[in-house]
């Protein structure tokens, strides 16, 4: 799709050693998971967020599966999340049979709304699933309260996440449970692929089995135990070690790869949002008490007509913005999962209105001043004396 844009919406890049780390796992011979690269990408997320066990998997969504797993959810019992989410955070405990009850999100950050989390709570609530939009911490001291009050899991849903914080303290570290993606279109990415994180020691043994087909491979190969067999349901949800090496050269350099990323979010901000304001457009909000992970840079337009204009509007000068996520309570497997009178009226309004602007790590100032000067032309074009012209300074 990118090819016949100009400015594409995404794009990967090379940022660090990624081809030196790929040749030399296959020059030693490791490309199954679990070796080299795949314990050092572990080991560095460990670390730098201080969560108890990292594993890398071939996807978030993989990561969310699991999750299901772990938490041993059955069909009687109730997963709490957003509406406003991609589909795979409802999709990996449906999966289990279980009951997915659509939480509304807020009008500001889009992060589900932790002032009406608890009328949705029943004695068959099992987990939460807050997701991180663009990297804004949902409000998780609420949120925890809330859970820790009905004894109720945690899963953060951090696939946009990696590297924000609330208030001071890592995304990804609050629930018992967080799952990153390196989707390609994320800040670091090797493609395809994830993490589960583990902040619940507890449940790092069982993890190991699930990812490993439900074997207790890990221990065999840690020298635990002489032979490795069934002993638990489970799946393939190992990272190949190319992907790893990949990821690894990523995560190496990635305060140069956040610190672009902010340059962009900063860049769009400072010559956005007074336009857009002016005009009743919106910007993404980020409260003082959160460091986004500078994910990604919206717009919020008057209407659905004129998201859709706008649109194309930025496709006739070669510019793909995009928009994101089509409300899950009203789609045909959310209202099978979900209760059919849903009420998400924020997902409903926001999710029409949303338009993501190209962002990547490569994205330059001349290119951003194209898709600047383009907003500021449809600007211009919504009412003429609110009509300002000019290459942006
Ligand atoms: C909030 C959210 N959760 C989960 C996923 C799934 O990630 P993956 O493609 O790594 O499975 C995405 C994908 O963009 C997402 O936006």
């Given amino acids: ?122 004695s068959r609530t099992k987990a939460i699933v807050p997701v991180h939009y663009a990297g804004v911490g949902c409000e998780m001291d609420s949120i925890m309260k809330v859970a820790e009050r009905h004894g109720i899991a945690v899963v953060e849903d951090n696939a946009h996440g990696l590297f924000g914080k609330y208030r001071g303290r890592w995304l990804g570290t609050f629930g018992c449970l967080a799952t990153q993606s390196f989707h390609e279109t994320k800040n670091i990415t090797c493609g395809e692929g994830g993490a589960l994180l583990i902040n619940d020691a507890a449940l790092v043994e069982r993890a190991e089995i699930i990812r490993e087909k439900g074997t207790d491979r890990s221990r065999f190969l840690r020298g635990q135990v002489d032979k490795y067999s069934w002993v638990d349901i489970g799946s393939s949800y190992v990272m190949s070690d190319v992907l790893a090496a990949f990821l690894y050269a990523q995560l190496e350099v990635f305060q140069k790869i956040q610190a672009e990323r902010r340059r962009i979010w900063d860049y769009y901000d400072e010559r956005l949002r007074e336009w857009a304001s002016e005009a009743g457009i919106g910007c993404p909000t980020v409260p003082a008490h959160c460091e986004q992970s500078y994910h990604m840079y919206y717009l919020i337009m008057r209407s659905l007509e004129e998201r859709q204009e706008f649109i194309s509007f930025l ?18 497997m959310g209202r099978r999962f979900g209760s059919r009178d849903a009420k998400c009226p924020v997902t409903e309004e926001k999710s029409d209105r949303l338009v993501r602007l190209p962002f990547f790590n490569t994205l330059s100032a001349a290119q951003q001043d194209l898709v600047i000067k383009a907003i500021r032309d449809f600007i211009g074009t919504l009412s003429p004396s609110r009509a300002k012209t000019g290459v942006p300074t």
């Avoid at 006739?316 to 309570?329: A, E």
Wanted: glycine content about 4%; proline content about 4%; charged content about 20%.
């Fill in 1 to 122: 799709m990118s090819n016949t844009y100009s400015i594409p919406f995404n794009r990967s890049s090379l940022t660090g050693k990624e081809l030196e780390h790929i040749s030399q796992a296959m020059t030693i011979g490791q490309i199954a998971g679990d070796q080299t690269f795949s314990k050092q990408s572990q080991k560095l997320l460990e670390q730098l967020l201080g969560v108890k066990k990292a594993l890398v998997t071939t996807s978030c969504t993989h990561a969310l599966e699991m999750c299901g797993l772990l938490l041993n959810l059955k069909p009687e019992d109730e997963v709490i999340v957003p509406s406003f989410t991609f589909v795979s955070t409802a999709n990996a405990f449906a999966l289990r049979g279980t009951r997915i009850v659509f939480a509304d999100i807020r009008p500001d950050t889009l992060n589900l709304d932790e002032n009406r989390l608890e009328q949705l709570i029943t």
């Fill in 315 to 332: 496709k006739t000068r070669g510019i793909l913005s995009v928009f994101h996520y089509v409300p899950l309570h009203l789609s045909v």
